[in-house]
């Protein structure tokens, strides 16, 4: 079993539609990133959680520590939104390295 | 723009050439990572930097591989003897100590024919 699980592998929605994608994860963390890539892109960084829920734009992303569990939410999705949305963990004791999911891609149809 | 920066964006190349990339980090940030991704699947963690400290490298990284950050700014990664399994999007991050949010650059897509 993989130490960071996301679901869905594939979603594919309409446009205008709220998405959210979940990430489990079983290691105890310090923080947990939401990062966004675009077919052969590079990675950007969405969000950094260690607590609560932030929100930038259309996105929010929410953890839930003693569940171990955070979610990524889309409103009002956009084509433009399509990527992969990948969930990274970074160990509680870990000086750098990030636990990866293998991410789920995202096609938000006009 | 004060992100992370990658040079080169594309780089074809022979089997058995050797191919440098280099990665500008944000100006503020001591820590830098490299990251390999193939396709379909999520980065692999190389090596890591703190400042021009070479804390930890990956298994991953063979004897073909060398990283440097000498001045604890920018970084090189060289590839020698290129092979096509060497064929990924080698992505450079940084971040800075307290935070440790890492910021990725665009990332250097090598094609080894």
């Known amino acids: 079993k993989n130490e960071v699980e996301q679901s869905p592998q594939n979603l594919t929605a309409q446009e205008g539609e709220f998405i959210t994608i979940n990430c489990s994860y079983s290691v105890g963390i310090s923080a947990l990133h939401w990062l966004q890539q675009h077919p052969g892109g590079g990675i950007v960084s969405l969000f950094m959680?260690?607590?609560?829920?932030k929100k930038h734009g259309r996105l929010i992303a929410t953890i839930n520590i003693q569940e171990k569990h955070s979610s990524l939410h889309i409103t009002a999705s956009h084509p433009r939104d399509s990527a992969v949305y990948i969930c990274?963990?970074?160990?509680?004791?870990?000086?750098?390295?990030?636990?990866w999911g293998a991410g789920t891609k995202l096609i938000i149809k006009p | 723009d004060t992100g992370v920066s990658q040079d080169p964006r594309h780089k074809i190349t022979k089997r058995g050439q050797n191919v440098t990339f280099r990665c500008d980090p944000i100006?503020?940030?001591?820590?830098l990572y490299w990251y390999r991704q193939t396709l379909g699947q999520g980065p692999e963690f190389l090596t890591y930097?703190?400042?021009?400290?070479?804390?930890?490298k990956s298994r991953l990284l063979s004897d073909r591989f060398s990283a440097e950050r000498p001045k604890g700014s920018f970084s090189t990664l060289e590839i020698q003897r290129t092979e096509q399994g060497d064929s990924a999007m080698y992505l450079c991050?940084?971040?800075?100590?307290?935070?440790?949010?890492?910021?990725f650059g665009p990332g250097t897509r090598l094609t080894v024919l």
């Open positions: 930097f703190q400042n021009e400290a070479q804390l930890e």
């Open positions: 959680l260690s607590s609560g829920k």
């Open positions: 991050a940084s971040s800075s100590m307290g935070p440790d949010e890492q910021f």
């Open positions: 100006s503020e940030h001591n820590r």
């Open positions: 990274a963990v970074k160990g509680r004791g870990s000086n750098y390295q990030l636990i």
